[in-house]
């Protein structure tokens, strides 16, 4: 009687575990925590790249479509409202856009990256963004006359800036970190005398070169906004560039960040980055 009641304490004593057998699995389980997390990121991150890039091809398509329709590129990849002196909107024309003829979804026009949501319909686009583009006749980066919609990360690309405030509250100082990336024209016209040909690898062009810039992203970088609208990007960031040709290639990041002047601009004065 006695041997088989302490048999039976032994094996519930044996049920529980030690401390040193419980530190231990944490250990195990902390390890195994740090070397999966990373993999995971990474493996998320890849998706998100393979993804931009199937965007940017597919879009590179969709404007050659639409070149082989009307004869030239669209105005803007998806659009944007056009708003008058006294801030009053006008309708905006869906046949000079690639959305939605071109392109039927709405997604397509943002990056996997990108953190800002795609509205679901036109009336959700209630924020708008007056970004900086290359101004031809002077070299200079001037605010553009046309406002787009600021979850359009192909056609621009928002830089956040904890420390500045915005009238639309998922946006900050949207007008000073805000650069247009697609751009049919950076280079006015030659006046004679003398006569330089014009930049081949401008889209406004009849026949533009195949390594004709259209769009890139810089949502896979860690871009920053300082003062004075200055942008810096980490050490060896990378952009995604997608040229006229359909290639999408990998290009330093600070190649396609904010320029004052063509004179140090990099990837519109030299003609393959």
């Known amino acids: 009687m006695e041997l088989g009641k302490s048999m039976r304490q032994t094996r519930a004593r044996r049920r529980g575990f030690t401390l040193i057998e419980l530190l231990t699995v944490m250990a195990i389980i902390a390890i195994l925590a740090a070397i999966i997390f990373p993999i995971v990121a ?5 998706g998100q790249r393979r993804g931009c890039m199937e965007n940017m091809r597919q879009i590179v398509q969709a404007l050659k479509l639409y070149k082989e329709d009307t004869g030239v590129y669209p105005a803007a990849l998806f659009g944007y409202d056009q708003v008058s ?21 709405r997604d397509d026009f943002k990056c996997p990256a990108a953190l800002w949501r795609v509205p679901t319909d036109e009336a959700a686009d209630n924020c ?12 200079q ?3 553009v006359v046309d406002y787009f919609f600021p979850w359009d990360t192909y056609d621009i690309n928002i830089i956040p800036n904890d420390n500045a405030g915005s009238a639309c509250p998922q946006f ?33 062009l009849r026949q533009p070169s195949d390594d004709s810039v259209v769009t890139w992203c810089l949502n896979h970088t860690q871009a920053k906004a300082g003062a004075n609208g200055s942008v810096s990007v ?5 952009a995604l560039v997608a040229f006229l040709d359909g290639r999408v290639q990998s290009i330093a990041a600070t190649k396609m960040l904010f320029w004052d002047n063509l004179e140090d601009h990099t990837w519109k004065v030299h003609p393959k980055p």
């Open 42 to 46: 990474s493996v998320k991150q890849g």
């Open 85 to 105: 002196g006294t801030g009053q909107s006008m309708t905006r024309n869906e046949l000079r856009f690639l959305f939605p003829q071109y392109i039927a979804k």
């Open 128 to 139: 708008l963004v007056q970004p900086f583009a290359l101004d031809p006749s002077s070299g």
């Open 141 to 143: 980066r001037q605010k």
């Open 172 to 204: 900050t100082a949207l007008s000073q970190f805000a650069e247009l990336h697609y751009q049919r024209r950076f280079q006015d016209p030659p006046q004679p005398p003398p006569v330089v040909p014009p930049d081949p690898r401008q889209l406004m």
């Open 234 to 238: 980490e050490d060896g960031a990378m």
